[in-house]
């Protein structure tokens, strides 16, 4: 025989009927929401997409005068800077790291990582704030100092201002570091200390163990963080925006003034006033949104493949 | 029995959640209760603009004062003309402002007809940073060389002639504009336009063009920004910027050929000419005698007809009583701040300029 | 032999070096914004709003009311969300469904901010024709649920599966075993994580841009137009007037004080009065 449902029973069956429904609603929501956003600025991009077509990620004019659009001078400082940054960063990245997990003792450690997780927590803002007054300024010395260096008037007048591709190197690469760090570190620390010490025991020397061991050992793990770090510094825009010069001609140089398509959609979208112009600058937050889904994908491609070794 | 572990489990879970709620709930009523303080239909106590960096120094002392005058709170946010007209288009501001006044495609975009308003006329003067800030005299041929980058240094000859005695370096010339959409990039052009043809072809004039030379910095504040920290550099601001960052004023040779420096009176005297009703006028390369060649009046742009995009009554009133106090009462800060005041005749056509604005098709009542 | 006992050195040097710089970098960084910022530090700076232009004095207190109540607001909006989006993901951890909402709020995560401020325009302040804090809240909000469902979601999934199992052995239904078992263990950690996000969007810039507008007053009402520390920094950063600049830097040294205080700060009292280790 079967018993009756008593009151808490039923109360029960509803409670776990709401819970669900809320939990599906959540979960539902933030699917909804990425897929509206794509949406959004697929739609949003219509008028430039239908101008420009797919030449426009290698038109290189970006006019609003005569309204002509070309995403290439953003996608051009874009990369550069985010590369830039990755390749100025990953030496002093991995530095720091094996420096932490093998030669620092404990008392050094400690410190240093809050030192890094400090800076890791610093608004984009407060970086562009140092960028602009600390940094442009050394910057701008160095440019003026290099041109005269090599002779080339160009370069110095390039360089007077001190804002530019350069500049936003050098600040994107010190704001990822401590991102990639502390992930390299991660995965630094749990490298078995058997295959360490059974390397040591052997008569490795210190280094021997780190390049012939850890380093292999973590090598996926490394490469999808650096892929993590590049996705952050592509998506940064007020550090950027603040350093980079607001240029809209292609760069010939390090240190010409330059505009990514974060920054550029920072500087310009509240004055667009065409529907050409707006589309075009929407079209170039599609571009940057592709990319930065891309770059996800392919780190937790990355990731997930080393999990599995 | 067999209850106890999850009751108790339950109970910390509880109390967390309770926590939790609780902050998330304070959040909430702090939110709502901002908007509930200030909810009342009756006057309205803030408006919102957008728009030029050129008058900027005024309009914040100005609302300032209209706040201490009347309680009510203009809010102005310094984004450059460009922005100030896309902002009304997308009519998410009150009033925008700018120093140039719509394009054909613009009045189009707005889809409703709009008022230019004058709040004051100033100066757009060549600011430059050299050693000993000397004083340098300059005519719009050699302005628009510089612009253009055929004259690339201070000592060249074009400049040297028209400042003898005066020791230039051998310095390379920084020409510095404006990267955003411009009023005064519009007045700057308008003028390069007017006094040099090899600008007009090369070139034109507009909110934003396409620079042959330079670097571009942000708002009036940023171009001023980039001449106070390059020796070497030249870029077009208003007057008070220039003031405000200690750098020397070019004079330019007027219509008439004398050497005008900037200031309130050659900057009044440009606007004495005749004036259209709807005061749509650039007032550059004026006739007159005394007059600085680049002079500008600057234009609070709203929709003639306020009842749009659900607007209520209260708030064309706060706005219309904004604009007129700042054609009467608060043209009377305006030489403090180093613009010159609006002429009667330009005041009295805005101050009826005002008066037409309509809700629901029949005049503002008072 | 000798060749790898001197790459060892060499290399023991190199590293040491590159921990050097960066570590002397940092500091220096740090020093510097503490030394700038606390110069300018008055009581007239923490509860006064700006002066006018050109005139000298005046604080950011406008900033702070409303960098707090934006994010207060947004971590409302955002916390049911991103809470019980995690708890779907933990709980239906094995269907693909999960996995999918799992993938979008990484990809929501890795949206760089600039595109939050084009959604916050288009969808809030060019539709309802206004700009104000509220719509810079929701496109907070944006932000800070795919964290918090992430971090809810990694700490559920920490439970150790024993202590449930012995839960639905003994009868509980699942929405029991998580409120009652799961949440309860991972209540620390989810606190945790709320703050992490609060304080990451508490400096969040670029979504702040096309929203909130700014304000010289300061404004308590939701609907309009509201200043933020973010925001003011960017502003006077831009500003070639030395009384602007330094009202930048103090401002961000209030900002980094804020986001300390919503990272241990608050966590340390809800560690005590909660006796919930947080």
Redesign the interface.
């Known amino acids: 025989m079967v018993a009756r449902q008593s009151r808490g029973d039923r109360r029960e069956l509803v409670r776990e009927r709401v819970f669900d429904a809320v939990s599906l609603t959540a979960a539902v929501a933030l699917v909804a929401t990425i897929v509206l956003f794509l949406l959004q600025l697929f739609i949003a991009s219509k008028d430039s997409r239908a101008a420009f077509g797919l030449p426009f990620l290698w038109r290189s004019e970006w006019n609003p005068v005569t309204e002509q659009f070309g995403a290439l001078p953003m996608i051009v400082g874009t990369l550069i800077t985010g590369f830039g940054a990755l390749l100025v960063s990953t030496p002093f990245a991995l530095g720091v790291a094996i420096f932490l997990a093998d030669y620092a003792n404990r008392r050094i450690a400690g410190p240093v990582k809050s030192l890094i997780g400090l800076l890791g927590g610093l608004p984009s803002v407060i970086f562009g704030l140092w960028g602009l007054f600390v940094l442009v300024p050394l910057v701008s010395r160095f440019e003026v100092w290099f041109g005269h260096l090599v002779g080339s008037e160009a370069l110095v007048s390039a360089g007077t201002t001190g804002v530019g591709l350069l500049s936003a190197i050098l600040l994107l690469a010190i704001m990822i570091l401590p991102f990639s760090a502390s992930l390299i570190l991660e995965s630094l620390i749990v490298v078995p200390a058997e295959l360490r010490e059974g390397a040591l025991a052997l008569g490795a020397t210190k280094w021997d163990t780190i390049q012939n061991i850890e380093l292999p050992y973590i090598r996926r793990s490394t490469v999808g963080a650096l892929v993590l770090a590049l996705g952050r510094a592509l998506g940064e825009t007020m550090a950027v925006t603040m350093v980079i010069g607001n240029g809209i001609r292609m760069p010939h140089s390090l240190f010409d003034p330059s505009n990514t398509l974060a920054s550029a959609i920072a500087n310009q979208f509240l004055e667009a006033t065409s529907p050409l112009y707006i589309s075009s600058l929407i079209e170039l937050g599609l571009i940057l949104f592709v990319l930065a889904i891309l770059i996800n994908v392919a780190a937790r491609v990355i990731l997930r493949r080393g999990v599995e070794t | 029995m067999r209850e106890a572990p999850f009751e108790e489990a339950g109970m910390r879970t509880h109390r967390w959640a309770s926590a939790v709620t609780v902050v998330l709930v304070v959040a909430a009523v702090l939110a709502l209760a901002g908007c509930g303080l200030t909810g009342q239909p009756s006057a309205v106590k803030s408006l919102t603009g957008a728009g030029a960096t050129f008058p900027y120094p005024l309009y914040s002392k100005m609302f300032d004062l209209y706040d201490g005058a009347t309680g009510v709170r203009v809010n102005y946010s310094s984004i450059g003309s460009g922005g100030g007209i896309k902002a009304l288009t997308d009519k998410t501001v009150d009033f925008g402002a700018s120093d140039a006044f719509l394009t054909d495609e613009e009045q189009a975009a707005m889809g409703a007809p709009v008022l230019h308003i004058p709040t004051c006329i100033g100066a757009v003067v060549l600011s430059y940073n050299l050693e000993g800030k000397p004083s340098l005299r300059l005519d719009g041929a050699t302005v628009a060389a510089i612009f253009l980058g055929t004259i690339k240094k201070w000592n060249d000859p074009g400049i040297a002639s028209l400042n003898p005695g005066v020791p230039l370096p051998d310095l390379p010339i920084t020409v510095v504009h404006r990267s955003d959409g411009s009023g005064t990039t519009s007045i700057f052009t308008s003028y390069l336009s007017a006094v040099s043809p090899d600008w007009k072809s090369a070139v034109g004039a507009g909110k934003s063009v396409s620079w042959p030379v330079g670097i571009g910095g942000k708002g009036n504040d940023g171009v001023a920004g980039m001449i106070a920290q390059n020796k070497g550099a030249i870029g077009y601001v208003e007057l008070v910027y220039a003031e405000q960052s200690g750098m020397p004023a070019a004079s330019l040779r007027n219509s008439s050929g004398a050497f005008i420096a900037p200031s309130l009176a050659s900057s009044a005297a440009a606007a004495g000419g005749a004036l259209p009703d709807d005061l749509r006028v650039m007032i550059v390369d004026s006739l007159a005698p005394d007059a600085y060649p680049i002079s500008a009046f600057t234009w609070i742009l709203v929709y003639r007809e306020q009842q749009y995009a659900g607007r209520t009554l209260q708030q064309a009133q706060a706005l219309r009583d904004m604009l007129t106090w700042i054609l009467t009462e608060g043209q009377s800060i305006n030489e403090s701040l180093y613009y010159a005041r609006l002429p009667q005749a330009a005041a009295t056509k805005a101050l009826t300029l005002v008066n037409s604005m309509t809700y629901g098709g029949t005049t503002i009542p008072r | 032999m000798r060749g790898?006992?001197f790459?060892?050195a060499l290399?023991?040097v190199?590293?040491?070096?590159?921990?050097v710089?960066?570590?002397a970098?940092?500091?220096v960084?740090?020093w510097?914004?503490f030394f700038s910022g606390v110069r300018y530090l008055n009581w007239d700076f923490f509860t006064k709003a700006p002066a006018?232009?050109?005139e000298a004095g005046g604080g950011v207190f406008n900033a702070i009311v409303g960098s707090v109540?934006i994010t207060?607001?947004a971590?409302?909006l955002g916390?049911?969300?991103?809470?019980?989006?995690g708890?779907?993901?933990a709980?239906h951890e094995d269907q693909r469904?999960?996995s999918?909402?799992r993938l979008?709020?990484?990809?929501?995560q890795?949206?760089?901010?600039?595109?939050i401020?084009?959604?916050g325009?288009?969808?809030l302040?060019?539709r309802f024709?206004?700009?104000s804090a509220?719509s810079a809240?929701i496109a907070l909000a944006?932000m800070f649920?795919?964290t918090t469902?992430r971090v809810t979601e990694e700490v559920l999934l920490l439970v150790p599966s024993s202590l449930k199992e012995a839960?639905y052995a003994?009868g509980?239904?699942?929405?029991?075993v998580?409120?009652?078992?799961s949440?309860?263990s991972a209540?620390s950690g989810i606190?945790s994580g709320?703050l992490t996000s609060m304080?990451?969007i508490?400096?969040?810039?670029?979504p702040l841009?096309?929203t909130a507008?700014?304000?010289?007053?300061i404004?308590?009402?939701?609907?309009?137009?509201m200043s933020a520390l973010?925001l003011q920094?960017?502003i006077d950063?831009?500003?070639?007037?030395p009384a602007q600049?330094q009202q930048?830097?103090s401002a961000?040294f209030v900002?980094?004080l804020l986001?300390l205080l919503l990272?241990y700060g608050i966590r340390f009292v809800?560690s005590r009065?909660?006796r919930?280790k947080a």
């Open positions: 790898r006992t790459k060892n290399m023991s190199l590293v040491a070096a590159a921990a710089v960066i570590i970098i940092l500091v960084m740090i510097h914004i006018v232009f050109g109540l207060l607001v971590s409302a916390t049911p969300f991103g809470v019980f989006a708890i779907y993901v709980e469904f999960a999918a909402v979008c709020a990484d990809a929501l890795g949206v760089p901010s600039i595109v401020g084009i959604f325009y288009t969808f302040v060019a024709r206004s700009y509220l809240s944006f649920i795919p469902a839960a003994l509980a239904r699942r929405s029991s998580v409120w009652n078992i949440i309860k209540a606190t709320l304080a990451r508490a400096g969040e810039t670029a841009l096309f507008f700014g304000s010289r007053y404004e308590w009402n939701m609907l309009r137009p973010p920094i960017y950063a831009g500003s070639p007037y600049q930048a830097w961000a900002l980094i986001i990272q809800i009065v909660l919930v």
